[in-house]
T-cell receptor
Framework: AQSVTQLGSHVSVSEGALVLLRCNYS??????LFWYVQYPNQGLQLLLK??????LVKGINGFEAEFKKSETSFHLTKPSAHMSDAAEYFC?????????????FGRGTSLIVHP | KAGVTQTPRYLIKTRGQQVTLSCSPISGHRSVSWYQQTPGQGLQFLFEYFSETQRNKGNFPGRFSGRQFSNSRSEMNVSTLELGDSALYLC?????????????FGPGTRLTVL
């Protein structure tokens, strides 16, 4: 079984400040982890994914995430927030179950960026 | 390159009716997945098709079904609609056989059941 917990349904930052969105996962087998962004009235867009290579993963738009097995975490960060980063962010985990990979998503974190 | 397209974008139905949603993947993509997004349950995986075969299925009742055609286009059907089926239905396509390939999402079909 696998699950994802995103701490904080809303995160508010000032433009130029550090963005930190938290994600903790639970998986009985080595997981693959993803961060997606969703803008209003749009589908999801992949920001980055961890597939057991480097633990620090760099994604698009200046985002990165670090896989920490000991903490079962995969937090998303960006050094300097931009107004255009305001959106809903989803963390997802996918682990093999009988050879199948079915993703499980967190409940999402809404990022609010103040000018 | 055109993205994933979903039709219709908005749909209103009444309880007990059935509905068919359509998804056209990115050209060359052979895998299509469907997801349901609701405020209450969040994002949930429905099913995945690859080369006209259902490869994975989420935990949804049999009222939810899908299929994929030889040109990779996919449809999902919901029969005997319930109020709780009101949701944004998202389709995503990816290139190939690996379920971990990057998925590209369409804008979704917003279904309202009255």
């Amino acid at each position: 079984a696998q699950s994802v917990t995103q701490l904080g349904s809303h995160v508010s930052v000032s433009e130029g400040a550090l963005v930190l969105l938290r994600c903790n996962y639970s998986s009985s087998v080595p997981p693959y982890l993803f961060w997606y962004v969703q803008y209003p009235n749009q589908g999801l867009q992949l920001l980055l994914k961890y597939t057991s290579a480097a633990t620090l993963v760099k994604g698009i738009n200046g985002f990165e995430a670090e896989f920490k097995k000991s903490e079962t975490s995969f937090h998303l960060t960006k050094p300097s927030a931009h107004m255009s980063d305001a959106a809903e962010y989803f963390c997802a985990v996918s682990a093999s179950s009988g050879g199948s990979y079915i993703p499980t998503f967190g409940r999402g974190t809404s990022l609010i960026v103040h000018p | 390159k055109a993205g994933v397209t979903q039709t219709p974008r908005y749909l209103i139905k009444t309880r007990g009716q059935q509905v068919t949603l359509s998804c056209s993947p990115i050209s060359g993509h052979r895998s299509v997945s469907w997801y349901q997004q609701t405020p209450g349950q969040g994002l949930q995986f429905l099913f995945e098709y690859f080369s006209e075969t259902q490869r994975n299925k989420g935990n949804f009742p049999g009222r939810f079904s899908g299929r994929q055609f030889s040109n990779s286009r996919s449809e999902m059907n919901v029969s005997t609609l319930e109020l709780g089926d009101s949701a944004l239905y998202l389709c995503a396509s990816s290139k190939g056989q690996n379920s971990l390939d990057t998925q590209y999402f369409g804008p979704g079909t917003r279904l309202t059941v009255l």
